[in-house]
């Protein structure tokens, strides 16, 4: 079993970076590739982006390439989400998950079987 506790989320202005965090419960925390989901209000929740046990792959959807990076420190069990020029349209709920099975990242969130909390990033304009 595997808790995640994301952390970092808030309010903030449009153009503006923010971080956010998810901290792991496992001893094997590296075998796990990690990815982050949003659902924004009225809308059904889907993937932001995920970076595999081997660090370096990452992949992104395309509303978020180029602003937001994914990455994460095994050492400390942890996975960060850092998110620049942020947009009205990046308000929702951001999630972190695990997926124990995939090598390289995947976008499908049937594939992550650990879920946090989720923590609200509100950007306004």
């Known amino acids: 079993q595997v808790q995640l506790v994301e952390s970092g989320g808030g309010l903030v202005q449009a153009g503006n970076p923010l971080r956010l965090s998810c901290a792991a419960s496992?001893?094997?925390?590296?075998?796990?590739?990690m990815g982050w989901f949003r659902q924004a209000p009225g809308k059904e929740r889907e993937f932001v982006g995920a970076?595999?046990?081997?660090?370096?792959?990452?992949s992104y959807a395309d509303s978020v390439k180029g602003r937001f990076t994914i990455s994460r420190d095994n050492a400390k069990n942890t996975v960060y989400l850092e998110m620049n020029n942020l947009k009205p349209e990046d308000t929702a709920v951001y999630y972190c998950?695990?997926?124990?099975?995939?090598?390289?990242?995947?976008?499908?969130?049937?594939?992550?079987?650990?879920w946090g909390q989720g923590t609200q990033v509100t950007v306004s304009s």
């Open positions: 970076i595999g046990r081997i660090v370096g792959i990452t």
């Open positions: 496992t001893r094997t925390f590296g075998s796990y590739t």
């Open positions: 998950a695990a997926d124990a099975d995939a090598v390289v990242p995947r976008k499908n969130e049937e594939n992550y079987a650990y």
